[in-house]
Each structure stands twice: as structure tokens, then as C-alpha cells.
């Protein structure tokens, strides 16, 4: 039994190239206070999304 994908598959890892590029901005006051309020309000949300709903009882109480 031969088994050719691999060698192919090597070869097309191979040819992966991971870029990095990293960007800085300064924002004004202005911009600074709307990104705060932007992501509390972002975080607000996903903790309540990930706490899930709290009316419902657990089905495997430990």
C-alpha cells in the first residue's frame, strides 16, 4: 500500500506564509471615550450571553 497525500501535503504547507502586521492609532478624546463605552457595552453583552439564561433550573444540580 502507497500512500502519496502526504508528501503532497507537506509541500503545500510548505508554501503557507504567515504575515504579521501590526498597526498603532491614536485616538482624540473624543474617539478614546466612544471606544470605551463601545467595548463596556461589548462586554456587557457577551458576559451576559455566556452567563446564559438564569430563570431556568439546572438540570444536573452537583
Same mark, same amino acid.
Given at each position: 500500500?502507497?500512500?502519496?497525500?502526504?508528501?503532497? @501535503?507537506?509541500?503545500?504547507?510548505? #508554501?503557507? %506564509?504567515?504575515?504579521?502586521? =501590526?498597526?498603532?492609532?491614536?485616538?482624540? !478624546?473624543?474617539?478614546?471615550?466612544?471606544?470605551? @463605552?463601545?467595548?463596556?457595552?461589548? #462586554?456587557? %453583552?457577551?458576559?451576559?450571553? =455566556?452567563?446564559?439564561?438564569?430563570?431556568? !433550573?439546572?438540570?444536573?444540580?452537583?
Amino acid at each position: 500500500m502507497r500512500i502519496t497525500w502526504a508528501p503532497d @501535503r507537506m509541500r503545500d504547507m510548505a #508554501r503557507i %506564509v504567515k504575515r504579521v502586521y =501590526r498597526y498603532r492609532f491614536h485616538p482624540t !478624546p473624543e474617539q478614546a471615550d466612544e471606544l470605551a @463605552r463601545t467595548f463596556g457595552c461589548v #462586554r456587557y %453583552v457577551y458576559k451576559a450571553l =455566556r452567563s446564559g439564561p438564569r430563570d431556568q !433550573p439546572q438540570s444536573n444540580p452537583v
